[in-house]
């Protein structure tokens, strides 16, 4: 269970005309009419300043606090602090057993306000905003109109590629301090993180920053690249295991011979539990060798500029590399696929890849050396990866008018549940617009 969303939406709520006016009532049973509903109070003391109301037959002008519950205002001390003194109606989510009992510091009876039934139905679920009720308002999404819906999706598309390329960027910005090629290590970070799925995503993104694309091009051959990676990542095979398997001593004896090792990532930090066999890391550390072995393959930019011109196949092939021939035959150490492969990714995975490291990548390229609509072709590559399932995100959006159909609609909702649903941003989400016209 996630703690209630912050105070601030409440009166965010109030100050927007989210909730039924015409029928407020105090828990007293007086009726409440708003004259001015006030402004947000930037600095400490009462949340909303400046509201005018009849409460009864009586004009009040003065300050709004709002609270979950009516027990919040003695647990914030607000019953002993004379600024709140100013207070006319103190506003809450829902009734508790010190509703209608507060007063204020100078001894005087606070009237006070149950918001929860005025509110729209599928807003009724804030004050528990666990993961399994988000969104709020999937009961209303049946009333977005498809088109309405569709430019939600596309709003948000963009919004998602722009973080991704932002974050791209700023990733590229660190590193060029360092005299280093910085866009190509700033890839090599996101493929790796990439790979990692979302169990492991930070062990391999960390794997790529202690083992970057500079050191591995000054090593002389594949085997002690690949040394290193398992070396540091702490996935190198058990001294048995390599008596009995030609690569496995190979890459054992490569590691010993190195020199000026990074640190090992911490073991704790892996994710083996409940992990399918594929995305386990052996064999995506081994999928990271091979991408780094094609990386390494000067000039790489001007190549996926290339293959992005060409569409979607094309950048496909390009990142398409074999791993080496011990795991075009083995799913870890020791333990052998029942169909050998050559190739270390797979289509959705190859997918995933070009949504999350490789477009990033090419909108984050100068854009002085590329063409004027460059953003807009890798837009229109972005929206054309076909969608490779549902996930825990885009699964609670299915069966609705904003139910995924491409990988970048999946990518939409993410951005959607990430910076508005899950932090209780309703105000500011184009859904909540749409639906309530906030």
């Known amino acids: 269970m996630r703690p209630a969303p912050s ?9 927007y005309g989210a909730f039924e006016t015409h029928a407020l009532r ?38 709004l606090e709002f609270h979950w519950r009516s027990a919040d205002w003695v647990r914030h001390g607000h019953h002993q602090d004379p600024r ?33 039934p005025l509110a729209p139905a599928s807003l009724r679920t804030l004050e528990h905003p666990d993961l399994e009720r988000i969104p709020y308002c999937k009961p209303e999404l049946a009333r977005l109109r498809p088109e309405e819906a569709r430019r ?9 590629l722009l973080d991704k390329t932002a974050r791209f960027r700023r990733d590229s910005e ?33 794997l790529a920053e202690r083992v970057p694309l500079e050191r591995l091009r000054s090593l002389p051959d594949r085997i002690s690249r690949e040394a290193l990676l398992f070396g540091v990542a702490g996935w190198l095979p058990d001294p048995e295991q390599a008596r009995l398997d030609a690569y496995a001593q190979a890459v054992r004896a490569a590691w010993e011979h190195l020199a000026d090792l990074p640190e090992p990532i911490p073991g704790t930090l892996w994710r083996t539990a409940r992990v399918r066999p594929a995305n386990h890391p052996v064999p995506r550390i081994a999928q990271a060798a091979a991408l780094a072995e094609r990386l390494l393959e000067a000039p790489f930019a001007p190549r996926l500029q290339q293959a992005a011109q060409q569409g979607l196949p094309a950048l496909r092939r390009l ?20 169909q050998p492969s050559r190739l270390g990714l797979g289509r959705e995975r190859l997918d995933v890849l070009l949504v999350n490291a490789v477009l990033p990548a090419l909108c984050a390229l100068r854009e002085e050396a590329q063409p004027l609509d460059w953003f807009a072709r890798l837009l229109a590559l972005y929206r054309s990866v076909p969608l490779r399932g549902y996930n825990r995100i885009s699964r609670r959006f299915a069966h609705s008018p904003l139910s995924a159909q ?15 649903c899950s932090e209780g941003g309703c105000l500011h989400c184009p859904v909540g617009t749409a639906l309530y016209g906030f």
């Open 84 to 116: 709140y003194n100013a207070v006319i109606l103190h506003l809450i989510w829902r009734a508790d057993p010190c509703t209608g009992a507060l007063y204020r510091a100078d001894g005087s009876r606070l009237p006070e306000l149950v918001l929860q």
């Open 152 to 160: 939600i999706l596309d709003t948000l598309q963009r919004a998602r």
């Open 406 to 420: 491409t990988e970048a609609d999946a990518q939409a909702l993410q951005h959607l549940f990430g910076r508005f």
């Open 319 to 338: 990142l398409q590399t074999p791993v080496s021939a011990y795991w075009q035959e083995h799913r870890t150490w020791g333990v052998r696929l029942r």
């Open 174 to 206: 660190r590193l060029r301090t360092r005299q280093i090629a910085s866009w190509d290590e700033a890839l090599w970070r996101a493929l790796a993180e990439a790979l990692g799925y979302s169990a492991n995503r930070e062990p391999m993104r960390l």
């Open 7 to 15: 105070e601030r939406l409440l009166h965010a709520l109030w100050l």
């Open 26 to 63: 105090t828990v007293e049973g007086l009726p409440v009419r708003v004259v001015r509903l006030g402004r947000p109070n930037p600095d400490q003391g009462p949340d909303i300043e400046g509201a005018e109301l009849f409460i009864g037959e009586q004009r009040w002008a003065g300050a």
